[in-house]
């Protein structure tokens, strides 16, 4: 399907995270061959705990709102407008700590296996 009027999607629970949902906008079940396309929604006191993705880079952009990212060993505050690059295999964990639902778009490699290894329990 080319086209998915908005509204259309059930966000889905993030696994091992706090207070985030996770829509899939375009993927393999599209026809989409290359990449796939998710939003999540990170409402205030969520997070997701550091984890990384052996195989599997992200490219993200955040739509709305405001919250922490850890990239490897640094911490970056980020806001709407912002874009934000994970290397594959980098360890990385998000955190909304302020006052409004976080939302960003995240686009990733399509792969047969979407590996994700968890390094610690999340925060609520």
């Not at 908005?6 to 966000?11: E, N, V």
């Not at 405001?66 to 934000?84: C, L």
């Amino acid at each position: 399907m080319p086209v998915k009027p908005a509204g259309k999607l059930r966000p889905k629970k993030v696994e091992n995270a706090v207070k985030t949902e996770i829509e899939w906008l375009v993927d393999r079940h599209d026809g989409a061959p290359n990449f796939e396309m998710r939003r999540f929604r990170i409402r205030p006191g969520g997070s997701i705990p550091r984890h990384y993705h052996p195989e599997i880079e992200h490219e993200q952009y955040v739509l709305r709102g405001s919250y922490r990212v850890g990239i490897g060993k640094k911490v970056h505050q980020v806001k709407a407008g912002d874009s934000i690059f994970i290397p594959q295999g980098t360890p990385h964990w998000y955190k909304n700590t302020g006052k409004a639902t976080a939302e960003f778009l995240c686009i990733v490699p399509k792969t047969e296996k979407y590996e994700s290894i968890y390094e610690e329990e999340a925060e609520a």
